[in-house]
C-alpha cells in the first residue's frame, strides 16, 4: 500500500492508504484510537482473499493528517465522501474498529447514497446514550481517560502527550503491559501471537508518531454529542462485540443492537475486544459483502 496526501476544501491534508484492484468492491476503514493509516494485517489479509480495495486512513490529528481542532464524531463523513470522491469511487462498504466505530456510523448515517453496508467492531456506543451505564464493567485506563476528557482539552494535553510519547516506543511484548486493565484473559491470550502484538503496536506507534492531537481529538468527541442520531443509520449494518471486553463494554454493543434500526447483532459471549476484530475478520468482511 502507498501512503497519500491530500488538500481537504477547508486547506487540511488527509494521509490514507489504498491497495487492491481499481474495479474491486471498495472497503473504507475506519482505525482504532489512536490509529493511523496503517492497515492491520488480518483486515489486509481479507481484503486481498476478496480481490477488494481497501482504503484506510488517518484521521485528522493523526499520523500525517492535519489536526481539525473542535471536530466532532460526524466530520469523518465529510473526510470519507472527499476520499472517495478523489478515489472516483460511488459506492463503498464501512467498517470501523473500537474508536474507529462510531466514525464508521457517522459515516452510514450521513452517506447513506454512498455506503452500501457497515460493520461496527468494538466501538463505542454515544457517552449519553438513554438507558446505558457508559462506563459500566469498562477497564480502569478507560475509565479515567474519558472521565478526564470531560474536562476538556487542557485537563488532558499533558497526560495524552506523554502517552502518546510512550506509544511510539511500544513494542509487541510490551503492549500488555501497557494495557494492564484493558486486557481480559481472552484478549492477553490473544496478544500473546507476537505478530498479531507487533503489528498492533505498529499500526498505533504510526498513528502518534508526531503527536497526541488525534487521541486528544478521538476521546474529546466521544464524551460530546456526536452531531448525528444513529438511528439515521439506513444501510445494512451490522454491530460486532466481545463479551470479555474491557475497552468497550459488552453492553454497549447490545445497546447499539437495539437503537441501529435494522442492525444485525453478532453478539459473542466468548470473544474479547482484540479478539473479536482480527480473530474474525475474515468473517466480517464476508458479512459486509454479502450486502453489497
Known amino acids: 500500500?502507498?501512503?497519500?496526501?491530500?488538500?481537504?476544501?477547508?486547506?487540511?491534508?488527509?494521509?490514507?492508504?489504498?491497495?487492491?484492484?481499481?474495479?474491486?468492491?471498495?472497503?473504507?476503514f475506519h482505525n482504532t484510537t489512536p490509529g493511523s493509516a496503517r492497515?492491520?494485517?488480518?483486515?489486509?489479509?481479507?481484503?486481498?482473499?476478496n480481490g477488494l480495495r481497501l482504503?484506510?486512513?488517518?484521521?485528522?490529528?493523526?499520523?500525517?493528517?492535519?489536526?481539525?481542532?473542535?471536530?466532532?464524531?460526524?466530520?469523518?463523513?465529510?473526510?470519507v465522501a472527499f476520499l472517495l470522491d478523489h478515489l472516483s469511487i460511488q459506492r463503498c462498504l464501512v467498517l470501523g474498529w473500537s474508536g474507529?466505530?462510531?466514525?464508521?456510523?457517522?459515516?452510514?448515517?450521513?452517506?447513506?447514497?454512498?455506503?452500501?453496508?457497515?460493520?461496527?467492531?468494538?466501538g463505542?456506543?454515544?457517552?449519553?446514550?438513554?438507558?446505558?451505564?457508559?462506563?459500566?464493567?469498562?477497564?480502569?485506563a478507560n475509565v479515567d481517560s474519558l472521565t478526564l476528557a470531560q474536562r476538556g482539552e487542557a485537563a488532558i494535553a499533558?497526560?495524552?502527550?506523554?502517552?502518546?510519547?510512550?506509544m511510539t516506543t511500544t513494542t509487541g511484548p510490551d503492549l500488555t503491559a501497557h494495557l494492564a486493565t484493558l486486557l481480559s484473559d481472552n484478549d492477553r491470550g490473544f496478544l500473546s501471537d507476537a505478530q498479531t502484538a507487533q503489528d498492533v503496536a505498529a499500526t498505533v506507534a504510526?498513528?502518534?508518531?508526531?503527536?497526541?492531537?488525534?487521541?486528544?481529538?478521538?476521546?474529546?468527541?466521544?464524551?460530546?454529542?456526536?452531531?448525528?442520531?444513529?438511528?439515521?443509520?439506513?444501510?445494512?449494518?451490522f454491530v460486532w462485540q466481545g463479551g470479555q471486553d474491557l475497552m468497550v463494554p459488552y453492553t454497549h454493543g447490545e445497546w447499539l443492537s437495539e437503537q441501529v434500526p435494522g442492525a444485525v447483532p453478532r453478539l459473542l459471549k466468548s470473544e474479547g475486544h482484540f479478539s473479536v476484530a482480527l480473530g474474525r475478520t475474515a468473517e466480517i468482511v464476508n458479512e459486509l459483502l454479502e450486502a453489497f
Open 39 to 49: 492497515p492491520y494485517r488480518a483486515l489486509k489479509t481479507a481484503a486481498e482473499e
Open 206 to 237: 504510526t498513528g502518534v508518531r508526531y503527536g497526541a492531537a488525534g487521541l486528544i481529538d478521538d476521546d474529546l468527541a466521544f464524551v460530546e454529542p456526536w452531531g448525528f442520531d444513529i438511528r439515521q443509520v439506513a444501510v445494512p449494518a
Open 100 to 122: 474507529g466505530g462510531p466514525h464508521a456510523l457517522a459515516t452510514a448515517a450521513l452517506l447513506a447514497d454512498r455506503v452500501a453496508a457497515v460493520a461496527s467492531v468494538s
Open 55 to 79: 482504503i484506510t486512513f488517518a484521521r485528522a490529528g493523526y499520523g500525517l493528517s492535519t489536526r481539525k481542532p473542535g471536530r466532532i464524531v460526524a466530520d469523518a463523513a465529510a473526510d
Open 124 to 140: 463505542f456506543a454515544p457517552f449519553d446514550a438513554h438507558g446505558l451505564d457508559f462506563f459500566a464493567d469498562m477497564g480502569q
Open 1 to 28: 500500500m502507498n501512503t497519500t496526501l491530500i488538500a481537504t476544501p477547508d486547506g487540511r491534508k488527509l494521509q490514507f492508504e489504498a491497495a487492491g484492484p481499481d474495479g474491486g468492491i471498495p472497503l473504507v
Open 158 to 166: 499533558a497526560p495524552y502527550t506523554a502517552a502518546a510519547a510512550a
